[in-house]
């Protein structure tokens, strides 16, 4: 592969926040401060329909990482050595690729998965976590060789849960802290609004806030460095809050997450792009801007050619695959999510779904078990932990993914067709679940 001839530079700053969903001003919550978020959005592209393919922390980098979804990668689960998790050796992934062309490539803060053979960063600096030493790292990296393009990545912490509160809120830190009281709180609708939950959303504005701060801290680095009008920037989240209901499932709350793309060659910006994509298109649409010829085999597309458009055809499916978090929580589901449905089929039904520790351990969620609450939000307890083999939800009137019709004649055909269209995509991708888990 052809190396970059210098003049040629066309550098590439993901930004990727961990447990993140759409709690931003840029899309619509009017209480939460993210200025950098927003500023982004306005010199950019925010896309409404951006889907991770899988809402756990390690499997989620795999994909963004490799352009091929985590149960086709090997990364089924967190990357914990005692986990023994890992992608395949044989495969190559994006930091690999552009190294290969003459790339300096970096990551800072959360890395997560492995080995290091597959992504084999050229600087890894792991050990920063509080904002300010994020962002001085990456600026650090951005200005140390001028003359290379660079690949970076940069993995805020912040809204992922501690022993205490979200991120490193015991980190003490050079930044004022954003203020918010618990009764001004935006409560998402999948969430029961309680005093216990508003007061657990504080925390986690307070941590979105924070990390929104290092995202403006690093922007302005790249200006600075003189990289913004040669740099691709992308602002995502490996997977949705760390609530139940969210996080570690692959209802939208878990998975429909913040798109937004800075693209120096588009003349207008502060556009709104309606196209569902989803994480396994971001390899292709990277290694587009960057010149370099993507590797047979990858499960996404480009969608850098549609960044421009708001209602660009053909970009109305996306796939989700789930399969463990903890290596002690099994709970494999596969989904194909259209306009109109979502379909998820539950490969080990039956089972009690088994929750993430810290998910468990939350207060929002001792609360239920204190209470005894028989509901979630809008969603039933016992509905939550037990799962049917199908789930069929008709988007347009239950956006909350509620009200199973999987056996609803009248969405029979629906039905019938989503079934067929995720087998299809489960034998494309090589899915070693289909084997034990065949269709009825």
């Known amino acids: 592969m052809a190396s970059v001839r210098p003049g040629d530079q066309r550098n590439v700053l993901l930004l990727i926040s961990d447990d993140h969903g759409l709690q931003a001003g840029c899309y619509g919550n009017a209480v939460i401060k993210t200025p950098n978020l927003d500023r982004l959005a306005a010199s950019g592209v925010r896309f409404t329909s951006a889907f991770a393919t899988v809402a756990s922390c390690s499997a989620s980098r795999s994909v963004i990482y490799t352009g091929l979804f985590n149960h086709a990668n090997g990364q089924y689960g967190h990357q914990h050595a005692y986990h023994n998790f890992h992608t395949f050796t044989n495969l190559r992934s994006l930091p690999g690729i552009l190294r290969e062309r003459g790339y300096r490539t970096g990551i800072v803060a959360k890395f997560h998965v492995q080995p290091h053979s597959v992504y084999p960063f050229e600087v890894i600096n792991v050990g920063a976590r509080n904002v300010p030493a994020i962002a001085q790292a990456s600026r650090e990296f951005m200005t140390a060789e001028p003359d290379r393009p660079f690949l970076l990545v940069v993995g805020f912490a912040d809204p992922h849960r501690s022993r205490k509160g979200f991120g490193d809120e015991s980190v003490p830190e050079k930044m004022p802290t954003v203020g918010y009281r618990p009764e001004d709180i935006v409560v998402p609708r999948w969430l029961p609004d309680t005093p216990t939950v508003r007061k657990e959303l504080v925390s986690y504005y307070r941590s979105v806030s924070r990390m929104d701060a290092g995202v403006g801290m690093i922007l302005d680095a790249l200006k600075e460095a003189g990289g913004a009008g040669n740099t691709l920037v992308i602002y995502i989240s490996d997977n949705g809050p760390a609530f139940p209901g969210a996080k570690t499932t692959l209802y939208d709350p878990g998975i429909h997450l913040p798109l937004i793309v800075r693209c120096p060659t588009l003349r207008k910006t502060g556009i709104v792009n309606n196209a569902m994509v989803s994480w396994v298109d971001l390899v292709p649409t990277m290694l587009e801007w960057t010149g370099t010829k993507p590797p047979p085999g990858l499960q996404g597309r480009s969608f850098l050619g549609i960044l421009g458009q708001e209602n660009p ?93 999987a056996g609803d004649p009248a969405h029979r055909k629906a039905l019938e067709e989503l079934r067929a269209r995720l087998k299809a995509w489960q034998k494309k991708t090589k899915d070693p679940w289909i084997v034990k888990y065949e269709y009825e």
């Open 313 to 405: 055809k053909g970009w109305d499916t996306i796939f989700a695959s789930h399969t463990f978090h903890e290596i002690t929580m099994y709970y494999p589901m596969r989904v194909i999510r259209t306009r109109d449905y979502k379909y998820i089929l539950n490969l080990a039904h039956g089972l009690d779904y088994p929750f993430a520790s810290d998910l468990y351990a939350s207060p929002t969620w001792q609360e239920v078990l204190a209470t005894k609450a028989e509901t979630y939000g809008p969603r039933r307890v016992d509905a939550y932990l037990h799962r049917p083999r199908e789930e069929l939800y008709y988007l347009p009137s239950d956006p909350d993914e509620v009200k199973n019709v």
